[in-house]
């Protein structure tokens, strides 16, 4: 019986399901990577980031308190700075976030997690948020923040909403004058919606649509909240210089942290937003691919010399280096193909829910474009390789006639 023309199946099975394991490897982590990607939040740029300096939560080494008017004074009077306010948080921010769950007049049932702000008078225009419905706060809606949180929402009060919260809560009418709650039985009045107000990172995970309630309390102690010091772009690293010299100055036994841009707040926070768990994937799915472009490059030179002879000897017999290498590439199409099958039909079961920890975010078509994608460019690796390798000299081209195929 003539020995097969195929050289790898049927002779090293051990090679072939190697080969095929990489392949269903690859198929896989490529695309749990791919779909932990387009699950993952992202931040659009949505504020005036380079003219906002944050200094964050001030302090006094005798614990005394810091009077947020007398601050806010010392600081707009510095050249340069346009507004100035006191806050309970930042967007963006990385050391603290407030958080509370809303809903309206209809129960539980349409409840959302929204993220709460409030400070002093400047607020709106010291973030640079724009109200596209209703009205600002009037200097009456204002109320002091001594920092007792149960007495925050002991009585009804007014508040700004961001866009995304309103067409959550209230999809079919307007949401200027509708009622919501997020303590108690305490009713929040909407009198304006602002275009954006993002998150801060730790609650913008589980809060990745910017839902949002601004509210019109003013922290009375400075140490209750981050400064918040909007500037011109071109100026703002020196007017911050200039505001840490203001408020060291009139406040000595205050302590300051180092002050940031807005803008390398959403930096840090673009980073942390990073999942462990993405990366990993990234890099699994990475070295797979290196190791079976490694594997598929040594078995084809070890097919090369380990079949030098038989090569030979077909050569000898007429046959022609292209119709070698097109040989070997149909071989390496098949077996990567039944890799690319097995990984799809892998992913489309319900053990993928079970690896990707829910529902994959990538279409079964997508993966199957994918598995081909891999077949295909695997396979054009092997035609390379495999042109390369069976380069036999002439003189090495065996004319024995006592050796039979």
């Known amino acids: 019986m003539g020995r097969s023309r195929l050289l790898m199946l049927g002779r090293h ?4 399901a190697l080969l095929v394991s990489e392949v269903v490897a690859l198929v896989v982590l490529g695309t749990l990577a791919w779909s932990a990607w387009r699950t993952m939040p992202s931040l659009p740029s949505l504020l005036p980031e380079d003219e906002i300096t944050i ?4 302090d006094t080494a005798d ?3 810091l009077p947020s008017a007398e601050l806010l004074r ?58 596209i419905e209703g009205r600002s706060f009037m200097p009456t809606d204002f109320t002091p923040y001594t920092g007792d949180q149960t007495r925050m929402h002991a009585t009804g009060a007014p508040a700004i909403i961001s866009a995304s919260l309103a067409k959550r809560l209230f999809p079919t009418t307007p949401a200027i004058g509708r009622r919501l709650y997020i303590h108690g039985d305490a009713p929040l009045t909407v009198v304006g919606v602002v275009s954006v107000l993002p998150a801060a990172t730790s609650g913008f995970a589980q ?97 090369a010399r380990h079949h030098r002879l038989e090569l030979s000897l077909r050569l000898a017999f007429g046959a022609r280096r292209n119709q070698l290498v097109r040989e070997w590439s149909l071989e ?6 039944l890799g690319a099958t ?22 079964p078509f997508e993966t199957a474009s994918l598995a081909l994608a891999c077949a295909i460019v695997l ?15 002439p003189h090495l081209v065996s004319r024995s006639p006592s050796v039979r195929l």
């Open 342 to 363: 097995l990984g799809w039909l892998l992913l489309c079961s319900p053990v993928a829910a079970r690896l990707a920890s829910g529902a994959l975010a990538v279409h």
């Open 55 to 58: 200094f964050p939560r001030l």
């Open 207 to 303: 809060n990745p649509e910017g839902f949002s309630i601004l509210l019109p309390t003013v922290p009375t102690d400075a140490r209750l909240g981050p400064l918040l010091v909007r500037s011109g772009i071109e100026n703002r690293v020196r007017v911050a210089s200039s505001v840490e010299q203001a408020l060291r100055a009139s406040f000595p036994r205050g302590i300051l942290g180092t002050s940031r841009s807005l803008a390398a707040d959403r930096t840090s926070s673009l980073e942390s937003l990073h999942p462990v768990r993405q990366r990993a994937l990234w890099t699994a799915a990475g070295l797979g691919a290196l190791c079976l472009l490694a594997t598929l490059l040594l078995a084809t030179d070890w097919m």
């Open 13 to 16: 099975p051990w090679l072939s």
């Open 74 to 131: 010392r600081v707009k009077a510095v050249p340069g700075v346009r507004h100035a306010a006191v806050g309970n948080q930042s967007p963006y921010s990385l050391d603290v976030s407030w958080a509370a769950r809303a809903w309206t007049d209809n129960g539980h049932g349409d409840d959302a997690l929204v993220a709460t702000y409030f400070g002093s008078e400047a607020m709106l225009q010291t973030l640079g948020l724009r109200v």
């Open 332 to 337: 390496l199409a098949a077996v990567t193909g």
């Open 379 to 393: 396979t054009i690796v092997a035609t390379w390789a495999a042109s390369h390798a069976f380069s036999i000299p």
């Open 63 to 65: 614990n005394t308190p």
